[in-house]
């Protein structure tokens, strides 16, 4: 009886996401007393990679197609049957967020998303889930044999284990989808925002697209990636894919700066759950400042170039 990690492939490469999820359904595994299986749909990654965060077996499945959910959750079902697995570890990126339901659907098991602590084995098997967009957690019992797990992506360290992985090409075949898919777009280049461990986000405050090049400018320097607030979004100053929010994204990056952003609860529902919040905006009411860490009362054109200066050094 194994566990089974969704090993999600992005552009050829495995996604800091993957290596989190490894390395938790490795602790996982740990408790149980059994192993970790990773099943990689995709090409290009180094499937060998993964026993560096756990793994002990790996089984890969190539294909050229674009993700469709429901032939992906057909994949990973047979492959939990191949195995005997009875945890499933998914880890909660826009990918498994459709993946996890239609996997517990197949496996008629129990689902528990937004899971941001290891299982409580000690009477059953809880877990703890943030709700809410962040406001609260619930502890959950999941009574099926069957479970499958949605971790949230930056809430837990990443682990290395030493050992070797098994490498095997599954037998298993990616099905048709029920989907016909044309083409799909990508954003490249840029540091998923889901995965980046330090935000740069702008508002309303930065007065119009001609001046994101500072919001631009400082995230170079600082490996950052770039978000926005839903009224700029909407204004078509930057590109929906960098709204955070409580409709937009939700991020949990290891640092989050906000310049010229209210704070209006619909956004920090989605931001919230950073490990530190810096706000610098002019209003000195705004309600960003009571869930920020750091503030700057202060003009964005004053600050920005200050910030950028300090930086670079």
């Known amino acids: 009886m194994s566990v089974l990690v969704f090993a999600e492939i992005s552009d050829g490469k495995f996604k800091k996401a993957t290596f989190e999820a490894v390395s938790y359904g490795r602790q996982v595994a740990d408790m149980l007393g059994t192993q970790v299986v990773a ?10 990679e993964l026993s560096t965060y ?23 079902n047979a492959s939990a049957n191949e195995v005997s697995a009875h945890t499933i570890i998914i880890s909660n990126t826009y990918t ?24 409580d084995t000690s009477n059953g098997f809880q877990v703890k889930r943030s709700v ?36 095997e090409n599954s037998a298993i075949a990616l099905g048709a989808s029920s989907l016909n898919i044309d083409s799909v ?4 280049g840029k540091i998923p925002l889901t995965e980046a461990e330090v935000v740069v986000s702008g508002g309303r405050g930065m007065k119009g697209p001609e ?14 990636a770039t978000a926005c607030s839903k009224p700029v979004s909407d204004m078509d100053w930057r590109p ?4 955070v929010g409580q409709t937009g994204i939700t991020i949990k990056p290891n640092l989050y700066i906000a310049i010229g952003i209210s704070g209006a609860i619909q956004h920090l529902a989605g931001v919230s759950s950073s490990k530190v919040i810096v706000a ?34």
């Open 39 to 48: 099943i990689a749909i995709g090409t290009g990654a180094d499937a060998s």
């Open 132 to 167: 809410f967009s962040g406001k609260a957690f619930a502890f959950v019992n999941l009574q099926r044999s069957h479970k499958v797990i949605a971790i949230t992506p930056n809430s837990f360290e990443i682990k290395t284990f030493g050992g070797s992985a098994n490498v």
């Open 185 to 188: 777009n990508k954003v490249t």
């Open 211 to 224: 001046n994101w090049h500072m919001i631009e400018e400082l995230a170079n320097i600082l490996g950052a």
């Open 54 to 76: 756990g793994a002990h077996v790996v089984k890969t499945i190539a294909t050229g197609d674009s993700f469709t959910a429901d032939a992906y959750a057909a994949a990973v």
């Open 240 to 243: 929906h894919s960098e709204h």
């Open 96 to 119: 498994g967020k459709s993946l996890a339901p239609r996997v517990a659907q197949l496996m008629n098991a129990a689902l528990a998303t937004n899971v941001v602590s290891l299982p």
């Open 280 to 313: 610098i905006n002019k209003d000195p009411e705004a309600p960003f400042f009571k869930a920020a860490d750091y503030g700057i009362v202060g003009d964005a054109f004053d600050v920005l170039p200050q910030l950028i200066s300090a930086a670079k050094n």
